[in-house]
């Protein structure tokens, strides 16, 4: 796709589980209710997510590094 590009919930969800990152559009879905998920746009009926939208909401979701468990807090 190219930069500028929009996808729909289901091609949003298919790019970020494409990274390794298990999305459902079903979540995308809730999380445009409830809030914290990416950032989107409405097309008449349908809302768009860019692919910079949604890398920002993943890097976001995404711990630092690790070498141990302790490091969690």
Do not use: H, N
């Not at 190219?2 to 969800?13: I, N, V």
């Not at 914290?36 to 768009?48: F, S, T």
């Not at 890398?55 to 976001?60: K, L, R």
């Amino acid at each position: 796709m190219q930069p500028d590009a929009y996808r729909d919930r289901r091609e949003a969800a298919a790019y970020l589980t494409a990274k390794g990152l298990r999305t459902s559009w079903r979540t995308l879905q809730k999380l445009a209710c409830i809030g914290g998920g990416p950032q989107y746009r409405i097309y008449g009926r349908l809302a768009v997510y860019t692919d910079q939208d949604l890398d920002i909401y993943a890097d976001g979701k995404l711990s630092a590094p690790r070498f141990s468990t302790s490091e969690a807090a």
